[in-house]
């Protein structure tokens, strides 16, 4: 089954009563750039916006860590979404943190998530209809039910540390911040890597919004040293594009065991053992 729909068929169900079109737009905070304003501005007909911070345990110093199921419930059932909806998630930069939003509805139990091919890019390119101002739906009832079990956190990476495999922990940071030599985007965050992780860019695998090809993440995949047999945990620098690699593995009938939501913020934040390529 298909992680994505296109911007065709969006366009020909725009009307149906039982789809939701949900904006997941989120910046890197360097960018300077916020997806709620820019939600307000310009959104496709009908779409919610789903702010990643907002929707997040508030509890923790941590960004957009996933929420408890009671608070996730009550956040989108105010967005008008409820149980039995299709999702249509879709971002501003047309592949970025919209894997992110659908994992976060799948691990919450969503059954029918999808996420717009080429996001709000493609969609405008090709001249499609958009709207401005607040969203307007009615309330949903959502019955969030968080499977744990996709989620990873930091006794559950030293212990795969510790262990030296056979679970591997692929990160989709830039090649620069995982070998040490370029800084983190994230203020006083050192930059490197968990000991013993593989490096696949998540940049490498989208081209102007869209997934490579299956037979391209394969070779990407190969490249990094990925080996499809073992189990395969995704992280990044917060739990966003490690997604990304998710929803990559996915299309190659390799689905991943879990996301490490804290990823390498959490990681280097908490004195964690930490490589680097350095001498």
């Known amino acids: 089954m298909s992680?994505?729909?296109?911007?065709?068929?969006?366009?020909?169900?725009?009307s149906a009563p039982d789809l939701v079109i949900v904006d997941g737009?989120?910046?890197?905070?360097?960018?300077?750039?916020?997806?709620?304003?820019?939600f307000l501005e310009r959104h496709i007909p009908g779409a919610v916006f789903f702010d990643l911070e907002a929707v997040s345990d508030t509890t923790s110093d941590l960004p957009h860590m996933l929420p408890e199921p009671r608070a996730f419930a009550t956040a989108v059932g105010a967005l008008g979404i409820g149980d039995g909806v299709r999702i249509v998630v879709y971002d501003s930069l047309g592949l970025f943190s919209a894997p992110r939003v659908w994992w976060t509805f799948?691990?919450?139990?969503?059954?029918?998530?999808?996420?717009?091919?080429?996001?709000?890019p493609k969609w405008l390119a090709e001249d499609r209809p958009v709207e401005s101002g607040a969203a307007r739906r009615l309330p949903g009832v959502f019955?969030?039910?968080?499977?744990?079990?996709?989620?990873?956190?930091?006794?559950?990476?030293?212990?795969v540390v510790a262990s030296g495999g056979p679970t591997q922990i692929l990160d989709a940071r830039a090649a620069g911040r995982f070998a040490g030599t370029a800084p983190e985007?994230?203020?006083?965050?050192?930059?490197?890597?968990?000991?013993?992780?593989?490096?696949?860019?998540?940049?490498?695998?989208?081209?102007?919004?869209?997934?490579?090809?299956?037979?391209v993440v394969r070779q990407e995949l190969d490249a990094a040293g990925v080996d499809l047999s073992r189990p395969i945990i995704t992280s990044c620098g917060s739990g966003v594009s490690a997604a990304i690699?998710?929803?990559?593995?996915?299309s190659v009938g390799k689905r991943p065991t879990a996301l490490y939501d804290g990823s390498w913020t959490e990681w280097a934040s908490r004195g964690k053992p930490?490589?680097?390529?350095?001498a």
Request: no cysteine.
């Open 106 to 120: 799948r691990a919450f139990g969503a059954q029918d998530v999808k996420i717009l091919e080429g996001g709000l």
């Open 274 to 278: 930490i490589e680097t390529d350095a």
């Open 185 to 215: 985007p994230r203020p006083n965050l050192p930059s490197g890597r968990i000991p013993g992780s593989l490096n696949l860019p998540s940049s490498t695998l989208v081209k102007d919004g869209v997934l490579a090809s299956p037979e």
């Open 25 to 38: 737009s989120w910046h890197l905070p360097p960018t300077g750039r916020t997806g709620g304003p820019e």
């Open 3 to 14: 992680i994505f729909v296109t911007t065709e068929w969006l366009a020909d169900n725009l």
């Open 143 to 159: 019955n969030a039910r968080l499977d744990r079990s996709v989620v990873a956190d930091i006794g559950h990476i030293e212990r």
């Open 245 to 250: 690699l998710w929803i990559a593995l996915e």
